[in-house]
């Protein structure tokens, strides 16, 4: 009995013995091994585990991670910090974990990845069926870095520069930020960090970045200066963008550069020069010198005479929409200044809000360097003396945004006279200004323009063209040439000027309305203005229409006659006018074909060839001519003498016939034997 009962316990023996090799192997053939652990996401606070084999998991027991030397273990409740929890995977081969960071701190760092970062599983939890324990495999970061790893926290701007005004030193400070994802890829080179510039001048360069400041992740550069060549721009626009060279050695990642997108960073550098340098901007006095409105004839009356600053200020926000020049300007009128040269005109005057005073004497001469006139308000103030020994007015500030100017003269006064007024006498004023490139507050010189008011001859009076007509016809208008920069034609009916002709309209045509009979001559007056607004009125011209009478019917009357011609003979015609009106010359005409040279008041007839039927048309006096009714007709008859042939002789018998013919000719129409 006792053999039976070993044996049956050595049997048992075996049978669990069998049982534990099988599930022993049968373990080790299924148990999932981690093969590779990375940390990629963008967060940079996933763990992604990969496994041999798929398992499932429901929670993070068991697991635990080492983070730059900080472990992270797993807690069920997710408040207690450092901490690991499971996020997706179960049923694969590839499991999620995240870590839970104490705050501030929501990632890995560079500093945690030169440390180490690693994952382990003690084999006790619910990672199955029957995980092992493995551990502690160490994780990477192996993501390619690309443009996208950039933050978007980036800045450019200028470091130092010369100004806003060409010519023009800059240097530029620019970084961009690198996320954490790519910082901690085992591909980030950072010593590799580069920008290219572009400078907006057709120049550019590529420089070397640093982080700043250190484990920022923020490279940053403040470039070398750059001076900008002086140009006709109003801005120059700096372009930058950054770029990664591939470390030695690394055939996965590749060298790139981000030239487009939110990457691309502007900067818009304002390069402006004075208001009469650049783009948009001129820099004039309106109404400029030599306009017709600045022009005065000698002897005229100058009254309230203003002149308007009309700049337009340069790099203005029509020509610059980025970056106008819009910043502070200043101007100053000064008055009776002789830049452009030549004689002044006497006692000009300005008006100081009500107060007059005189800027040149009664000879033209610029009044003393002492000035007793506040140019603020007008007031009475003790007398003072200026740089320009000038008059000058007050400072007008034009602050920012300076848009346009503002500044007009105050108005100028002169009482005309015809002596010493004379022709090319002027009167000038003198324009400053300042801006941003020459500014009034650091003492620098301004910029000026002038214009002036001049005195001028009298025009000479407009050139006539007369009109003659005859009764009948059409009446055409009178007119008159004018003069160069003629501007106004004033008619008049008398030669005192002080009747307006009627319906005259300040044109050099007229149409005067007078009708085309009976004869008459009408004189009209005819003014020209030169100078536009200020009426420089030339002398009266005479112009005429002259609408001369038509002569009456002539009559004809003869001395002789009709007769045959003898070589002596003659028959005069004569025409009588019927005088009045005047008759200046005739044409006669036989057969009603007018006969050449005959064109006094007789006609002399005394050949065969003249006879036939005359009549005759006076004409009126020059310019016109106007030619008479023609006249009755009157016939003249030269006959030719008669001619005949003398009959041949004839010898005949007695008792014969004899017969004689004979042939008429010239004038011969009857024969008698």
């Not at 373990?27 to 763990?47: E, F, K, P, R």
């Not at 560079?110 to 994780?139: E, F, H, L, Q």
């Not at 309106?286 to 600053?309: E, Q, R, S, W």
């Not at 610059?320 to 910043?327: A, G, M, V, W």
């Amino acid at each position: 009995m006792a053999t039976s009962i070993i044996r049956k316990f050595k049997k048992t023996i075996s049978v669990l013995a069998s049982l534990f090799i099988i599930g022993f192997y049968s373990q080790i053939l299924n148990a999932q091994i981690i093969t590779n652990v990375q940390y990629i996401t963008s967060g940079q606070n996933i763990l992604t585990v990969t496994l041999s084999a798929p398992v499932t998991i429901t929670s993070a027991a068991g697991w635990s991670a080492n983070v730059g030397g900080v472990l992270y273990p797993y807690n069920v409740n997710p408040l207690i910090r450092p901490n690991i929890q499971y996020l997706s995977g179960s049923g694969t081969n590839v499991l999620q974990f995240q870590l839970l960071f104490v705050g501030p701190k929501t990632s890995i760092t560079p500093d945690d990845v030169a440390i180490g970062v690693n994952i382990s599983y003690n084999g006790t939890g619910n990672t199955g069926p029957g995980m092992p324990a493995a551990g502690p495999i160490a994780a990477i970061n192996d993501v390619i870095i690309d443009c996208t790893m950039l933050t978007g926290v980036q800045n450019i701007g200028t470091n130092s520069s010369t100004g806003s005004c060409q010519p023009l030193t800059v240097k530029m400070k620019i970084n961009w930020t690198w996320s954490m994802q790519a910082r901690n890829s085992i591909h980030f080179n950072t010593t590799g960090i580069y920008l290219t510039i572009i400078w907006g001048d057709a120049t550019s360069g590529s420089y070397q970045m640093t982080e700043t400041p250190v484990n920022s992740g923020t490279y940053e550069i403040i470039t070398i200066s750059h001076t900008y060549p002086i140009s006709n721009v109003c801005t120059y626009t700096v372009n930058a963008y950054p770029l990664m060279l591939a470390k030695g050695g690394d055939a996965v990642q590749p060298t790139f550069a981000c030239p487009t997108g939110t990457s691309r960073q502007t900067y818009v550098l304002p390069a402006y020069r004075l208001d009469n340098q650049l783009l948009g901007g001129s820099f004039n006095i309106t109404p400029a010198t030599g306009a017709p409105i600045t022009l005065y004839c000698v002897g005229t009356n100058i009254n309230g005479f203003i002149f308007t600053d009309a700049t337009i200020f340069n790099c203005n926000i029509g020509v610059e929409p980025s970056r106008p020049n819009q910043d502070m300007r200043w101007t100053q009128f000064i008055y009776g200044t002789n830049v452009i040269g030549g004689a002044r005109i006497a006692n000009v005057f300005i008006n100081v809000y009500g107060t007059p005073v005189q800027l040149t004497d009664a000879s033209g001469n610029p009044m003393p360097n002492s000035w007793t006139v506040n140019p603020l308000d007008g007031t009475t103030v003790g007398a003072y003396s200026t740089p320009s020994t000038f008059f000058e007015g007050p400072i007008v500030v034009i602050p920012s945004p300076a848009l346009g100017p503002s500044a007009q003269t105050y108005p100028i006064n002169h009482t005309g006279n015809f002596s010493p007024d004379a022709a090319n006498q002027k009167f000038e004023v003198t324009l400053r200004n300042w801006g941003p490139c020459n500014k009034y507050t650091d003492f620098v010189a301004p910029i000026e323009t002038q214009s002036q008011l001049r005195l001028i001859v009298s025009p000479a009076a407009p050139t006539p063209n007369n009109q003659n007509i005859c009764v009948g016809s059409p009446v055409p208008a009178l007119t008159v040439t004018g003069a160069p920069g003629a501007t106004a034609f004033y008619w008049y009916s008398n030669p005192g000027l002080t009747i307006v002709a009627p319906g005259s309209n300040n044109t050099n045509t007229y149409n005067t309305g007078i009708p085309n009979t009976p004869a008459s001559t009408t004189p009209f007056y005819v003014t020209q203005v030169v100078g536009g607004v200020n009426a420089c009125v030339s002398p009266a011209t005479t112009v005429v229409l002259t609408i001369n009478p038509i002569p009456n019917q002539p009559t004809i009357t003869r001395n002789n006659p009709d007769f045959c011609f003898d070589g002596v003979s003659s028959i005069i015609l004569t025409a009588n006018p019927a005088a009045p009106p005047a008759v200046s010359s005739y044409q006669w005409y036989r057969n009603g074909v007018a006969v050449g040279g005959a064109t006094s008041s007789t006609i002399t007839l005394s050949t065969v060839a003249q006879s036939g039927n005359y009549t005759v048309r006076s004409y009126g006096i020059a310019p016109t001519n106007c030619p008479s009714p023609v006249s009755a007709a009157t016939t003249v008859n030269i006959w030719a003498l008669a001619t005949a042939t003398a009959p041949a002789n004839a010898a005949v018998c007695q008792g014969n016939v004899a017969s004689f013919a004979i042939t008429a000719g010239g004038g011969a129409n009857n024969i008698q034997w």
